[in-house]
């Protein structure tokens, strides 16, 4: 089952590591759904973004148990795919 692009790529994630990471490495992550395979997330950037992706990491990070006043809920686990892009490319986020 192959999705859109758009729904591969759900949107990047902003954080100071990344921010690092895309300057440092030219490594950029993203949120994916828990079905993406690498394949996919591979294309699913070069069409949206026009550019060459180099490798592809995933992790799927699991949910936290959270405590509220009516107990105890848990957030749910979701996939970061994180992308290298070619040296000669870059990626624009904002």
């Known amino acids: ?3 859109h692009a758009t729904h591969i790529i ?3 994630l902003v954080t100071e590591k990344s921010t690092w990471e895309s ?4 490594r950029y992550s993203f949120l994916v759904p828990m079905t993406a395979r690498k394949p996919d997330i591979k294309t699913a ?3 949206l973004y026009k550019v060459r ?3 592809v990491a995933t992790q799927v990070r699991k949910g936290k148990d959270k405590r509220t006043k009516h107990g105890v809920i848990n957030t749910g686990s979701w996939k970061k ?4 892009v070619h040296p000669d490319d870059k990626i624009e986020l904002f």
């Open 81 to 84: 795919a994180t992308v290298e």
């Open 10 to 12: 759900k949107r990047p």
């Open 45 to 47: 950037v070069e069409e």
């Open 23 to 26: 300057t440092a490495r030219n």
């Open 53 to 55: 992706v180099v490798s």
């Open 1 to 3: 089952m192959t999705l």
